[in-house]
């Protein structure tokens, strides 16, 4: 049993009270022994206040469910539905209109339009990686991607391929044209480029002389202005660097010496305590509050590579130009950083409280803002926040009540850490269908903090199955996304955020791109994310988050914004209409299909994350399609067969073979690891398949159908297996 301090009515687990003394609270100011007796009576006052909110879920839950079995199908009275909701208070009234007031807010996020990566905070280097991502080679992203075509000799190969190279270039050339023309000629044909009085200039292979079509879009240079080594060009708020060295491989074939042209990249990245880290225990949590610690301070570093080749990688410096005026300015070179904390189901026995766990997300949110406090003492250095804020996302909220609650949530630890009211600004993430219905009240809730607000679409598909077991089975997975009611709450997303006066203060945001190795399908749909009017949309990785970046030249979002801000509302009753079918018509083998590729998924992601701890992976799927995974993909999966087994769509014994036959085609996937145990040599007791099992069987009666709980006991089974 682990060793505790007790402080008045809390005993903390020594290791984390020692973490806290010796690594998180010097330097801040903060007061030890104020420090956790302050948190003690904050977990005194707010827990009992956060297990009625968990119980109030439950409890609408069951009347929901109760509702249903009454008016069991698809063709239920959808007004009655309506009213039903509204008296048992599922839905409330919208406040009046009103226009959110959060202050202190990075451009990044208030102003600038840009991709959002996603990483699980736990493994340092990828961390590492997505707070450097603020700027990504276009070049390399282009050339190692399928976003280029690979036909007519241009594949991609173990060397440079000159005739790929070309097309690269010819890409990035084309793109310049479109978002930076010069007033004469292109820039296919630019030979050299300098800094004259009036900005940027080019000679061109005639000899000839341009500039730029828009003057201001040149924004400074480093070196020589009669040889500059970097240009800077700004597009849309994003900037554009085109890196000149004639001695460079790829430079010397260039005209103009360009050896690569960078975008400004992933504006934010959201360090993710959560749905992608697998943290079950005290030696988790640490591990994750280390490296939020290290980001604050500027101090996290992780050693890349081989024996052969091994560097350590360190925070990206913040980079220094001159503007055409000769005055010195400098531009970030990492992405503002954003915490995503637990949700307030979670609890843990790192911190108890007569002897009971707390609430995760108390002991997150304070050791998140305790470490961000680094940050904002950091004076000149290269900070995170420039205006003196702490972002923390807040997923998985049910609702205005719960809204409310992490409001006063953040105040109590304002006062706790002696901060500036509304130092600590929310993302509200809209991924349950009681948040969706009530946005608008949520967004009120928090109306002097909120900075985000995004449409989880993985999470919400997993709650509306959830929410509406009791209706009747549901579509394919597949066909979900064609279902009326998803279409409307991504509408509603932006029209609500536009209406609450997100603009200039807060993003709004649309999910991810879960297939990391398919480019330039990418490239061809993710655009419609700033076309909705989205100022920000997740990708898995910093190459995604530069070719994502492209989409944002493409559109200016503000424009967007303006034009459908007064566009009708998706109407109510098709954000309540779920994606049920009047009756099961599929085929014997339709089914089996369907439960083959969910029981893929489920295994493919749970062996991971049961037996390496891995929250976020790339997992072939039943068409060996590699899909970004993490708990909210899971919760679909696990919460479709669920459906379709209470439903009498497939029977248990259907579901168990699929399981059995998937994990021997999951081993297969794995067997180049030699860390990895084949589910297949014992089932029976083989910890990951019995929570892959568990998962499906008890899906339904799990609260909110949650993958959570299930994954923590087997992993913490599994970590006591192994000691």
Same mark, same amino acid.
């Given at each position: 049993m682990s060793l505790s301090v007790v402080i008045d009515r809390i005993a903390v687990n020594q290791r984390l009270h020692e973490f806290v003394a010796r690594e998180a609270i010097p330097g801040t100011g903060i007061v030890e022994r104020d420090f956790w007796r302050g948190f003690a009576a904050l977990v005194t006052q707010l827990a009992p206040a956060n297990a009625a909110l968990m119980k109030r879920r439950d409890e609408l839950q069951t009347r929901i469910d109760d509702w249903h079995r009454r008016h069991p199908g698809t063709r239920f009275d959808s007004a009655a539905y309506e009213r039903f909701l509204r008296e048992i208070g599922y839905l409330v009234a919208p406040p009046q209109p009103f226009r959110i007031g959060t202050a202190n807010v990075d451009r990044e996020i208030a102003v600038t339009a840009g991709p959002q990566l996603v990483v699980p905070i736990n493994n340092a280097r990828y961390a590492l990686n997505a707070a450097n991502a603020r700027w990504g080679s276009l070049y390399d992203a282009l050339y190692g991607t399928d976003a280029i075509a690979e036909d007519a000799g241009a594949a991609r190969g173990a060397h440079y391929n000159p005739v790929r190279g070309a097309r690269v270039i010819a890409f990035v050339r084309d793109f310049l044209d479109r978002h930076f023309p010069l007033v004469e000629g292109s820039h296919h044909d630019a030979k050299a480029f300098f800094i004259g009085d009036g900005g940027l200039e080019v000679t061109l292979l005639n000899g000839s002389r341009s500039g730029l079509r828009e003057a201001a879009a040149f924004a400074?240079?480093?070196?020589?202005?009669?040889?500059?080594?970097?240009?800077?060009?700004?597009?849309?708020?994003?900037?554009?660097?085109?890196?000149?060295?004639?001695?460079?491989?790829?430079?010397?074939?260039?005209?103009?010496?360009?050896?690569?042209?960078?975008?400004?990249?992933?504006?934010?990245?959201?360090?993710?305590?959560?749905?992608?880290v697998a943290a079950v225990d005290v030696e988790d949590k640490l591990l994750v509050y280390r490296n939020w610690l290290g980001l604050m301070k500027g101090t996290l570093e992780a050693e890349i590579g081989t024996d052969a080749r091994r560097f350590t990688r360190r925070l990206q410096a913040d980079q220094s130009y001159l503007a055409a005026d000769g005055s010195v300015f400098s531009v970030p070179g990492r992405a503002l950083m954003l915490a995503r904390n637990v949700g307030h189901h979670m609890y843990t026995d790192a911190v108890t409280l007569d002897g009971q766990p707390i609430p995760e997300t108390f002991i997150d949110g304070v050791l998140t803002a305790l470490i961000g406090m680094h940050d904002l003492r950091r004076g000149e250095a290269p900070r995170n926040s420039r205006t003196g804020s702490i972002y923390i996302v807040k997923p998985k909220m049910h609702g205005p009540d719960e809204a409310r609650f992490a409001d006063q949530l953040f105040e109590h630890i304002e006062d706790l850490l002696g901060l500036p009211r509304h130092t600590l600004k929310i993302g509200i993430m809209d991924e349950e269908r009681r948040t969706t219905v009530n946005l608008a009240a949520c967004i009120h809730a928090a109306r002097d903090r909120v900075v985000f607000i995004n449409t989880g679409f993985l999470d919400r598909t997993g709650d509306e199955i959830h929410t509406s077991m009791e209706a009747g089975a549901v579509e394919r997975k597949g066909d979900l996304k064609k279902a009326v009611w998803l279409d409307a709450y991504e509408r509603q997303n932006v029209d609500i955020g536009l209406a609450c006066g997100l603009p200039g203060h807060a993003q709004i945001g649309k999910g991810m791109w879960a297939m990391p190795d398919l480019m330039a399908q990418m490239l061809q749909s993710k655009g419609a994310h700033p076309a909705a009017g989205a100022n920000t949309a997740w990708?898995?990785?910093?190459?995604?988050?530069?070719?994502?970046?492209?989409?944002?030249? +493409?559109?200016?979002?503000?424009?967007?914004?303006?034009?459908? /801000?007064?566009?009708?509302? /998706?109407?109510?009753? +098709?954000?309540?209409?779920?994606?049920?079918?009047?009756?099961?018509?599929?085929?014997?083998? +339709?089914?089996?299909? +369907?439960?083959?590729?969910?029981?893929?998924?489920?295994?493919?992601?749970?062996?991971r994350w049961i037996d390496f701890g891995i929250g976020c992976s790339k997992v072939p799927d039943y068409h060996n399609v590699a899909l970004m995974e993490d708990r909210a993909t899971l919760r679909i999966s696990s919460q479709h067969v669920a459906n379709w087994l209470h439903h009498g769509v497939c029977t248990p014994e259907e579901v168990l073979e699929a399981l059995r036959r998937m994990a021997a085609v999951v081993d297969r996937q794995n067997a180049a690891d030699p860390a990895y145990e084949p589910m297949g040599a014992d089932m029976e007791r083989n910890i990951a398949f019995q929570a892959a099992r568990d998962l499906v069987f008890e899906g339904r009666i799990q609260s909110n159908g949650y993958t959570e709980h299930i994954l923590h006991s087997r992993r913490r089974e599994r970590k006591a297996a192994r000691t």
């Open positions: 400074g240079h480093q070196g020589d202005r009669a040889a500059p080594r970097s240009v800077l060009l700004t597009h849309h708020g994003l900037y554009v660097r085109l890196c000149i060295d004639p001695e460079h491989p790829i430079g010397r074939t260039d005209p103009a010496g360009v050896n690569d042209v960078v975008l400004e990249s992933a504006l934010t990245t959201i360090q993710d305590f959560e749905d992608s990708v898995p990785s910093p190459t995604a988050a530069t070719l994502h970046a492209l989409h944002y030249h +493409e559109v200016d979002v503000a424009r967007a914004q303006r034009e459908i /801000a007064h566009r009708p509302r /998706a109407a109510l009753i +098709e954000i309540l209409t779920p994606p049920l079918v009047d009756k099961p018509h599929w085929s014997t083998a +339709e089914i089996t299909e +369907e439960l083959n590729n969910n029981a893929q998924s489920i295994l493919g992601y749970v062996v």
